[in-house]
């Protein structure tokens, strides 16, 4: 642990340099770890502050920290709010002329830079490697780090090469970041960056403040109109499956008036620089986007993201659903199901060449189709997924909210688990109801599954009952799926008491298409503000921005100006107390704000 003096002295970093009064669940632990150069692996979820765990230490160690980045527009997102709390940042990569490329070098050399943030294939080049052979690290951060795994969402072969960290330079702490990776994709993680004897902290993966919401997609257009109805003046984002959908998508609300942009891979790189800095600056309202928009994207006030069709996996909706609310305020993510995505989403998997990889992506868009078809709690289901157990339902999802009929599922429920028992925990969903329903198959035959005590005992139910059930008890937390073994069931702790008749359990009837529902209201729970003061405040935040040429969240997040809309600070004391305000905005932007908010209140 750090002594009093050093702890003293981190606070005083996170309050004066970032702003902050008090740090946030978890961030405290893995700086002080950091620190004392330990190494970390840290699963956070999006918003919750993974960043500010390496560069307070980044700050506090000596030599200069190495982040590691998938994307050049998530380098520069970062260094531009670090440079505007006055911290020495830079990023290296493909971006930078020739010029800018010898001013980084230099400033690295001289020893005028905290952080450089640089992409792994740059990183890992033997020129790179060398220079710095000859500086002090203080750590490496690896950012993203789910990339490294064969079994994360979004692997990128450029990343497995980061373990050769390690050899290189032994004596320096390294920390593991990522927001989405369930058990195979963490164990893999340790593995190929050599972090066996980390510091871990798995945080909860649970953002509240975000509403999740299923419909069935029956006219897709229509129904993400009626979403954006009341929502015009707000931020969000629309994800489509292809290029030509984002295109007709955007260009259709456009005509209604809408200030949307389409953005995907096809499109000119100048012309996704300029939508990506448009919407982070608040000059467009909505991004429509295939997958290749997001990742880099560190804008607080999204206020909702729409999938217009259904992502490949639930690491995937978890990631881009959390690019909205990251300032923490409330924020709404719907999904418009339809069954014709599913055999668009395994077509698009069958084209694989690597078997193995295939097994595991279509493990995972079963997961996906499960989620969206529970009637279980949404974020119970999805929190499910990533090995955390929910005790009670949310209260803000869909499910919560108009609550499906409900039935007593224990006898079934037990006949079920005990199905898995009996087939040794070896076997996944489709082989355990071919034996609760008495299925004649050879293969059944020749495991001599057809003379198991459970064999035949459900056959009064059909296969869609029985998927139905079985993908409850795992979102429950009854059963789980081993992915790393061809998602094999296999019961957890939980499921004895269930097993002996000690409990019961109650759970949804499948899933029954209705028509769309009113739309429960939103509130803002604990901070009742000012919303002509905010709006205000807003105008000068863009104003501000647009001078500085930065994004408004760089000068301060919704969530600030919201604080300071709610608190009426009204002289430099009072207005460091607003999260979010360190010494250096209060000395660029303080004034302008408390002139605005005396303003307000003496109209």
């Known amino acids: 642990m750090l002594d009093a003096t050093e702890n003293s002295t981190v606070r005083q970093t996170l309050n004066e340099v970032f702003g902050y009064q008090s740090f946030r669940p978890n961030q405290e632990e893995i700086v002080n770890a950091l620190i004392q150069g330990r190494d970390a692996f840290v699963l956070m979820p999006t918003g919750g502050g993974k960043s500010l765990c390496f560069q307070i230490p980044a700050l506090h160690r000596s030599g200069i920290a190495i982040v590691v980045s998938p994307l050049i527009s998530l380098m520069k997102d970062q260094v531009d709010a670090l440079q505007a709390n006055g911290v020495r940042a830079a990023c290296y990569n493909s971006s930078l002329g020739v010029v800018e490329t010898r001013q980084v070098l230099s400033q690295l050399h001289a020893g005028r830079l905290d952080l450089l943030y640089v992409a792994p294939e740059r990183l890992l080049s033997a020129d790179f490697l060398e220079r710095l052979r000859s500086l002090e690290i203080a750590l490496f951060a690896i950012d993203e780090a789910h990339c490294v795994s064969h079994w994360g969402h979004d692997f990128r072969p450029e990343y497995t090469g980061l373990g050769k960290l390690r050899s290189y330079f032994p004596a320096v702490p390294m920390v593991a970041l990522t927001a989405t990776a369930e058990k195979q994709t963490r164990l893999d993680i340790l593995h190929h960056l050599k972090l066996q004897n980390a510091h871990q902290v798995i945080a909860s993966f649970d953002r509240p403040n975000i509403r999740y919401t299923v419909i069935d997609k029956a006219k897709p257009y229509l129904q993400l109109t009626a979403f954006l109805d009341s929502r015009r003046d707000e931020s969000g984002i629309v994800y489509c499956l292809s290029r030509k959908r984002v295109d007709e998508v955007a260009a259709k609300l456009r005509q209604e008036g809408l200030k949307a942009a389409a953005y995907h891979a096809g499109l ?30 560190d804008k607080p006030n999204v206020r909702f993201v729409v999938h217009y069709d259904l992502p490949k996996n639930l690491e995937s909706y978890y990631q881009e659903t959390g690019r909205a609310g990251r300032d923490n305020l409330p924020a709404e993510a719907l999904l418009l199901f339809g069954y014709g995505d599913i055999a668009i989403g395994r077509g698009l998997i069958e084209k694989g060449g690597n078997p193995d990889q295939k097994r595991i992506e279509i493990h995972k868009l079963n997961a996906m189709v499960a989620f969206a078809e529970s009637g279980t709690c949404r974020r119970r289901a999805l929190l499910g997924y990533f090995g955390e157990t929910l005790e009670k339902d949310c209260g803000n999802c869909d499910i919560c909210l108009n609550p499906p009929e409900r039935y007593d599922a224990s006898e079934d429920a037990r006949k079920a688990l005990s199905c898995v028992y009996r087939v040794g925990q070896r076997f996944g969903i489709g082989h355990v109801i071919e034996v609760l329903r008495g299925a004649k198959t050879q293969r059944i035959f020749d495991l001599r599954h057809d003379q198991l005590s459970t064999y035949g005992i459900g056959q009064e139910q059909n296969q869609d009952h029985w998927s139905h059930l079985l993908r409850q008890l795992i979102h429950f937390g009854y059963l789980e799926q081993d992915i790393g073994n061809y998602s094999v069931l296999k019961l957890t702790e939980a499921a004895r008491p269930l097993l002996r008749g000690e409990t019961d359990l109650m759970i949804t009837r499948p899933r029954i298409k209705t028509g769309r529902k009113k739309r429960p209201e939103r509130k803002i729970v604990g901070l009742e503000y000012d919303q002509e003061l905010f709006n205000q405040l ?66």
């Open 538 to 603: 807003r105008i000068l935040r863009k104003e501000i921005a647009d001078h500085d040429g930065v994004p408004p969240y760089v000068v301060f997040g919704d969530a600030s100006l919201a604080e300071m809309a709610a608190t009426l600070p009204t002289d430099k004391e009072a207005f460091l107390q607003v999260n979010g305000v360190g010494q250096a905005k209060l000395q660029r932007y303080g004034s302008q704000f408390i002139e605005e908010i005396i303003g307000f209140m003496c109209r």
């Open 268 to 297: 000119p790189t100048a012309e996704r620089k300029q939508v990506q800095e448009d919407f982070i600056r608040d000059d467009i309202q909505i991004v429509v986007a295939t997958v290749a928009f997001g990742m880099g994207i």
